[in-house]
């Protein structure tokens, strides 16, 4: 299953977390997260955990930050590299860097949060004429 993230709460999220706005992202994915099956549900978990270490980094919160984005990406690691949508390689592998900068007491700052990138259909992929 992919899922919507040009549309809804899954779109309101990707807009705030964008916008570094990491705690009203945690609330909007939370919303959708709540109507979710497996292994969907696991996979947003893990994303959801991914913006509230975020918010933990915004608030000075290294301990908290480092828990909650080990916990992410446990949680990612079962899923191929693109699960619901998302180019989850990407997200892993710059996931794990802020990880181990965060781990080694080193600042990330200004490097960038990492991205989550909705990979989107193709228009007319899936046309059989």
Same mark, same amino acid.
């Given at each position: 299953?992919?899922?919507?993230? =040009?549309?809804?709460?899954?779109?309101?999220?990707?807009?705030?977390?964008?916008?570094?706005?990491?705690?009203?992202?945690?609330?909007?994915?939370?919303?959708?997260?709540?109507?979710?099956?497996?292994?969907?549900?696991?996979?947003?978990?893990?994303?959801? =955990?991914?913006?509230?270490?975020?918010?933990?980094? =915004?608030?000075?919160?290294?301990?908290?930050?480092?828990?909650?984005?080990?916990?992410?990406?446990?949680?990612?690691?079962?899923?191929?590299?693109?699960?619901?949508?998302?180019?989850?390689? =990407?997200?892993?592998?710059?996931?794990?860097?802020?990880?181990?900068?965060?781990?080694?007491?080193?600042?990330?700052?200004?490097?960038?949060?990492?991205?989550?990138?909705?990979?989107?259909?193709?228009?007319?992929?899936?046309?059989?004429?």
């Amino acid at each position: 299953m992919s899922l919507d993230w =040009q549309s809804g709460a899954l779109a309101d999220g990707l807009r705030c977390y964008r916008n570094r706005e990491f705690w009203a992202a945690h609330e909007h994915w939370e919303s959708v997260w709540l109507g979710l099956e497996e292994p969907e549900k696991n996979f947003l978990q893990a994303l959801i =955990q991914t913006t509230a270490a975020f918010h933990h980094v =915004q608030t000075g919160n290294t301990r908290g930050a480092l828990s909650l984005l080990a916990k992410a990406l446990r949680r990612f690691e079962p899923y191929p590299a693109s699960f619901g949508g998302v180019d989850l390689a =990407q997200l892993r592998k710059e996931a794990g860097a802020w990880l181990l900068a965060l781990k080694s007491g080193a600042d990330p700052h200004p490097a960038d949060f990492p991205n989550i990138r909705p990979i989107l259909p193709i228009p007319g992929a899936n046309r059989t004429d």
